[in-house]
């Protein structure tokens, strides 16, 4: 092989290397541009309640897509999968938004849409289920989140999203 082939075999390969390169590259500078503009977020009203006060949260979409989810619609709790308190020993306890079957039959509307830039808040009367049963508690003093339930664009997958974490005394 001549040395002017070597050279121009060199040259292509090396220029196909930065196109590929440039390529991967150009997706990641459009991820770190868009930051938290391809996020969902469900953020609390405040940080520190009392059990008696109730909670609004506000669920954003600030995806390119319509999402779907029950906070829009006429039964708001059926948004919130789970209620998360923080224990003693750092790790996170899962509690019971919802009664479940068989002590509880609900029906539940359908979710509605949340277009791209468009905000649902819903109200939560901070109460659990005590687990296997129908009875309401308050929830009691501690740090606490909620995992909110939403639905993506195809209606295919349910996703979750975690709420900041606030206190109730």
């Keep these: ?5 070597k050279i121009r075999l060199f040259f292509i390969v090396f220029i ?4 590929v390169f440039l390529f991967f590259l150009s997706d990641d500078l459009k991820a770190k541009e868009s930051g938290d503009n391809s996020k969902i977020t469900a953020c609390t009203d405040k ?11 506000t669920i954003t979409n600030n995806s390119k897509e319509e999402i779907y989810s029950h906070a829009g619609s006429g039964t708001p709790l059926f948004s919130i999968k789970n209620i998360c308190r923080k224990g003693l020993d750092g790790n996170w306890e899962t509690l019971s938004a919802q009664c479940t079957f068989p002590e509880c039959m609900t029906d539940s509307d359908a979710p509605k849409a949340i277009k791209p830039g468009q905000q649902v808040t819903m109200t939560w009367d901070p109460m659990i289920f005590n687990e296997g049963s129908s009875k309401l508690v308050p929830p009691g003093s501690g ?3 909620l ?10 997958n349910w996703e979750t999203v975690q709420s900041n974490i606030f206190n109730i005394k």
């Excluded at 092989?1 to 082939?5: D, E, I, T, W, Y």
């Excluded at 940080?47 to 949260?57: C, D, L, P, Q, V």
């Excluded at 995992?147 to 295919?156: A, C, G, H, P, R």
Aim: no cysteine.
């Design 1 to 5: 092989m001549s040395q002017k082939l």
């Design 16 to 19: 196909s290397f930065v196109f």
């Design 47 to 57: 940080t520190r309640y009392t059990s008696s006060n109730k909670i609004k949260i």
């Design 143 to 145: 740090k606490y989140r």
């Design 147 to 156: 995992i909110i339930l939403y639905e993506d664009f195809q209606m295919k």
